[in-house]
């Protein structure tokens, strides 16, 4: 389990082009209740802190982002945290929010960030992991800005699965999981809600240097075959920066 308590001051020196490199100083410390990380504690950091490791996973609907996310939770152990499923699990459970949620959701629409960011805070707080792919958020540059104030953190790196229209639709059409947004009306309306507003959101992180652009076209194995590279790297740094520790 996790609770935010204060920021860190950066372990690894950052810069902007590489994944090696990411923000530990734009993160915040999370306190652990229940893993004791010893060498952190040698350097002046509680026995019970450490930082999350954050990924947005971002593409249209359909661009196979639940997909690869399952083969990183297999892979390399991170929590999966779709806000799409935990939406529609306040619709199943029927929530306060519920009845606005469903009717959001059919219309392809946007979430109000507060409702999404506390849904996501919830389970990353009370999360035993410390490494989340948080998948189909944010959606929107409001979505973004509401996470890193309630939140206090930024993403580490940002996947963007790059798929085209045509495919997401037909892979959406015959997904055949019973969802109420899968169907072509809902679909169009989805399409241009990305563009418009989800769009802004990867540009945003072009920008800084955290985006990752994937190819989504190819098998599910060869498309994780794109992604697998970049949290090997991670895992690198993570074992090195705890070496240099140890080392001190
Ligand atoms: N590389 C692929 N080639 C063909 N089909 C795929 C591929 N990856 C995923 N799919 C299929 O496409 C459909 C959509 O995939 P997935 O649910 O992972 O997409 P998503 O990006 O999470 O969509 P959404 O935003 O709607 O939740 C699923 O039926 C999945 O099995
Ligand atoms: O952050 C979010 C995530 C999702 N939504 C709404 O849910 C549907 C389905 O999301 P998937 O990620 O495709 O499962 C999406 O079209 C939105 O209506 C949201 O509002 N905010
Ligand atoms: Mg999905």
Same mark, same amino acid.
């Given at each position: 389990?996790? =609770?935010?308590?204060?920021?860190?001051?950066?372990?690894?020196?950052?810069?902007?082009?590489?994944?090696?490199?990411?923000?530990?100083?734009?993160? /915040?410390?999370?306190? &652990?209740?229940?893993? $004791?990380?010893?060498?952190?504690? =040698?350097?002046?950091?509680?026995?019970?802190?450490?930082?999350?490791?954050?990924?947005?996973?971002?593409?249209?609907?359909? &661009?196979?982002?639940?997909?690869?996310?399952? /083969? *990183?939770?297999?892979?390399?152990?991170? /929590?999966?945290? &779709?806000?799409?499923?935990?939406?529609?699990?306040?619709i199943a459970c029927n929530s306060k929010y519920g009845s606005t949620i469903l009717n959001t959701i059919k219309e392809g629409r946007i979430v109000p960030?507060?409702?999404?960011?506390?849904?996501?805070? %919830?389970?990353?707080?009370?999360?035993?992991?410390?490494?989340?792919? *948080?998948?189909?958020?944010?959606?929107?540059?409001?979505? %973004?800005?509401?996470?890193?104030? *309630?939140?206090?953190?930024?993403?580490?790196?940002?996947?963007?699965?790059?798929?085209?229209?045509?495919?997401?639709?037909?892979?959406?059409?015959?997904?055949?999981?019973? =969802?109420?947004?899968?169907?072509?009306?809902?679909?169009? /309306? %989805?399409?241009?809600?990305?563009?418009?507003?989800?769009?802004?959101?990867?540009?945003?992180?072009?920008?800084?240097?955290?985006?990752?652009?994937?190819?989504?076209?190819?098998?599910?194995?060869?498309?994780? $075959?794109?992604? =697998?590279?970049?949290?090997?790297?991670? $895992?690198?740094?993570?074992?090195?920066?705890?070496?240099?520790?140890?080392?001190?």
């Amino acid at each position: 389990m996790w =609770r935010l308590v204060t920021s860190l001051t950066a372990l690894v020196s950052s810069s902007k082009s590489s994944i090696l490199n990411q923000p530990a100083s734009t993160l /915040k410390i999370w306190k &652990s209740l229940t893993t $004791e990380t010893p060498i952190l504690a =040698r350097h002046g950091i509680s026995t019970h802190d450490c930082t999350p490791f954050i990924t947005f996973v971002l593409g249209g609907p359909g &661009s196979g982002k639940g997909t690869q996310c399952a /083969k *990183i939770v297999e892979t390399f152990g991170f /929590k999966h945290l &779709s806000a799409g499923d935990l939406l529609r699990r306040e619709i199943a459970c029927n929530s306060k929010y519920g009845s606005t949620i469903l009717n959001t959701i059919k219309e392809g629409r946007i979430v109000p960030s507060e409702v999404t960011v506390k849904l996501i805070q %919830r389970e990353m707080e009370s999360s035993d992991n410390h490494k989340f792919l *948080i998948d189909g958020f944010p959606r929107s540059e409001e979505n %973004r800005i509401a996470f890193e104030r *309630i939140m206090g953190a930024e993403p580490n790196i940002v996947l963007f699965f790059d798929c085209p229209e045509e495919e997401m639709v037909k892979r959406v059409l015959s997904r055949n999981q019973g =969802r109420v947004d899968d169907n072509l009306d809902t679909m169009k /309306k %989805r399409l241009k809600v990305f563009e418009a507003w989800n769009l802004p959101v990867i540009n945003y992180y072009a920008e800084k240097g955290k985006l990752h652009k994937i190819s989504a076209l190819g098998t599910e194995d060869e498309i994780f $075959e794109q992604v =697998r590279p970049l949290f090997a790297a991670c $895992e690198q740094i993570n074992s090195k920066t705890l070496l240099f520790l140890e080392g001190q």
